[in-house]
Every structure is written in structure tokens, then in C-alpha cells.
């Protein structure tokens, strides 16, 4: 059974750090790309970060460029998120998502991509 489960989440002050965990179970990470979404009250859910199975490319979102890092431990099956200088526009359920690929390039959109979703964590950053 493929399962990912998020954690990590919590409230934290404006340019607080946190990182999310996102363990996975059920599939190789060497065959899927991983990433990271988050959807806000009353917002659509929006892609922040992908990482790719094969040499650990990674993209992000232009919103969070400079102070989130995607990261991947295969010992571990888990894909982190480090998240530095949060903002309160931060504030959202973060998810993490899986699709088959062995691609270098990866994709946050479409999400129809993703096969595997988490339940979310929620992230709340005041100011």
C-alpha cells in the first residue's frame, strides 16, 4: 500500500524556520518524483516544490525561491522540506504528492500528475 504521511508542521513566528517530513512507504523514490504543495484558506491548492527521482533536480515555486530547500533521503524514503525566513502568506495545509518518473525535469503542474497524496500538515506562521 503506497502511503505518504506528512509531519512537522506547527505554529511559528515570521522569519521562523520549520521542516516538513514527508515519509514514504509503498514505492521507491527512485522511481517517483515527490513534491511539496500547500493550499491556504479560501485558495486553490499551489505547487511550492518538486524533486526528481533520478539526480535529485528540484524546482520551486517563484514564491518560495531563496529560502525553501526540497531534499530527499533514500536510506530514509523520506523528502523533506526546509522551510527558512516564513512569512505569514506561508500559512497553509502542506501536503506532499508523488508521480512515476525517472525524469531529470520535473513538474508541479498539472496536479492530475500526482498519483499519491498525504493528509496534509498544517503550517501557521504569525506575525
Known amino acids: 500500500e503506497v502511503q505518504l504521511v506528512e509531519s512537522g508542521g506547527g505554529l511559528v513566528q515570521a522569519g521562523g524556520s520549520l521542516n516538513l517530513s514527508c515519509a514514504t512507504s509503498g514505492f521507491s523514490l527512485d522511481d517517483y518524483a515527490v513534491g511539496w504543495f500547500r493550499q491556504a484558506p479560501g485558495k486553490e491548492r499551489e505547487g511550492v516544490s518538486c524533486i526528481s527521482s533520478s539526480d535529485g533536480t528540484a524546482i520551486y515555486a517563484d514564491s518560495v525561491k531563496g529560502r525553501f530547500t526540497i531534499s530527499s533521503s533514500y536510506a530514509k524514503s523520506t523528502v523533506y522540506l526546509q522551510m527558512n525566513s516564513l512569512k505569514p502568506e506561508d500559512t497553509a495545509v502542506y501536503y506532499c504528492?508523488?508521480?512515476?518518473?525517472?525524469?531529470?525535469?520535473?513538474?508541479?503542474?498539472?496536479?492530475?500528475?500526482?498519483?499519491?497524496w498525504g493528509q496534509g500538515t498544517q503550517v501557521t506562521v504569525s506575525s
Open positions: 504528492a508523488a508521480y512515476f518518473s525517472r525524469a531529470t525535469t520535473v513538474h508541479l503542474t498539472p496536479q492530475w500528475l500526482y498519483d499519491y
